[in-house]
């Protein structure tokens, strides 16, 4: 059954189905509230009410952190989302499976960890991995600008991330700061169990946002990594985006999505991911800046969906925004931001600033006004690794 639902044409149709089985089931429940903790690899602070865990050392104690920490909202949410939104629980399960032996063997002890901490058996852990891959779940907007288009010549990036809460998600937004012991740290925005990245930054100054794209993808798959994983692999393993650009080369995504990089060098690029194919664009002088939402824009990759429409008008608005050639700032970004929000979906805004390893959150208040913004410096989410910061902001660029 799972199988057969996964090949059906405008699956995205079901979605306000969902949500209104979603408000009904959830509208009374609540999430344990997050509370500050201390624990021997891991930590997880209130900074003005939003959630920021730090976890470190092996990809397993990571994992075991993350369970101690938000283990109790992860078992919580999971059960009440899933069983809302994907209730053939064998059947995704079954999928999942598939997709199993193309797990980095990282993320496999990550998630053993985590299960080690929390009530959620390795299985639920494998289901909620590979749970965006099955069941598409997520409108979004992103743009970037930099150089003469940018109020200090420094990259910004700005998010909305859409995706239907069914009254329980909304609650458990969360901000993650990976710290492995064979590598560098990096940030994302996330919720608790959930492994992947859809929004990060990491201390070398390579920042990255997703959307998926709807249609009839006949070619998505499932030998390949999840594009969460995926994502996430390049804020842990790259510093750029060219570095970024050569491992999208190896096509090992298998669902149809875009995905936004910008890093501290000031380059940015938008990637059109169909399953097998790769279509990149990078901003020049001319035009630094791009956009994207939840379509392709390269004909020979386009499918039709009913989120077309959104996204359609959605990236207009951006569009409109960069070619009428002014400068902007992090406000500019947040109106933007405010501007192609779908407020009854409107679950995370985030402002990222490569140059400055720096993010800007708003989970609050999205959908019905600017939103309630809380600012997280290199010095909250990385202490350890401030000599990679530039103590002040870059001059703007003359393009001319």
């Not at 600017?370 to 010095?379: C, K």
Request: hydrophobic share 40%; net charge neutral.
């Amino acid at each position: 059954m799972a199988r057969w639902r996964k090949k059906l044409p405008f699956r995205e149709l079901t979605i306000p189905l969902k949500m209104a089985k979603g408000w009904l089931r959830n509208r009374n429940k609540r999430i344990t509230p997050f509370r500050e903790l201390e624990i021997e690899n891991g930590s997880l602070k209130l900074i003005d009410g939003i959630p920021v865990v730090h976890v470190r050392g092996t990809h397993r104690e990571m994992g075991r952190a993350l369970g101690n920490l938000v283990g109790v909202q992860a078992v919580e949410s999971s059960h009440a989302y899933l069983g809302v939104f994907a209730p053939d629980r064998g059947g995704d399960l079954e999928l999942a499976r598939e997709m199993e032996p193309n797990l980095p063997q990282w993320l496999r002890e990550e998630m053993l960890g985590f299960s080690e901490t929390s009530e959620l058996s390795y299985q639920e852990m494998l289901l909620g991995q590979c749970f965006l891959d099955i069941h598409k779940v997520a409108a979004c907007s992103t743009i970037a600008v930099h150089d003469k288009l940018s109020e200090t010549g420094e990259i910004l990036m700005g998010r909305n991330l859409d995706f239907p809460s069914l009254s329980i998600a909304d609650e458990t937004n969360i901000v993650v700061v990976y710290e492995p012991k064979d590598g560098e740290p990096y940030a994302g925005v996330t919720w608790p169990g959930f492994l992947g990245i859809l929004t990060g930054v990491n201390t070398r100054g390579l920042a990255l946002s997703m959307m998926l794209v709807y249609g009839h993808q006949r070619r998505e798959h499932l030998d390949g990594l999840p594009f969460p994983v995926l994502f996430r692999q390049l804020l842990q393993d790259c510093a750029s985006v060219r570095e970024a650009d050569a491992i999208l080369q190896r096509k090992q995504h298998c669902t149809a999505t875009n995905l936004i990089l910008g890093d501290a060098t000031r380059t940015a690029a938008r990637f059109q991911l169909p399953p097998h194919d790769l279509v990149v664009e990078y901003t020049d002088a001319n035009t630094p800046a791009t956009a994207c939402t939840n379509h392709y824009h390269e004909r020979r990759i386009k499918k039709f969906a009913f989120t077309w429409f959104s996204s359609a008008v959605r990236f207009g608005k951006l569009r409109r925004r960069i070619m009428r050639d002014e400068k902007m700032n992090v406000q500019s970004i947040k109106d933007a931001l405010q501007d192609t929000g779908i407020p009854s979906i409107n679950l995370q805004r985030v402002i990222m600033r490569p140059e400055k390893r720096s993010m800007e959150v708003s989970f609050d208040h999205n959908g019905t006004g600017p939103g309630r913004w809380v600012e997280l410096p290199a010095g909250l989410l990385f202490p350890a690794y401030k000599a990679h910061v530039p103590d002040e902001t870059p001059e703007p660029v003359e393009v001319g």
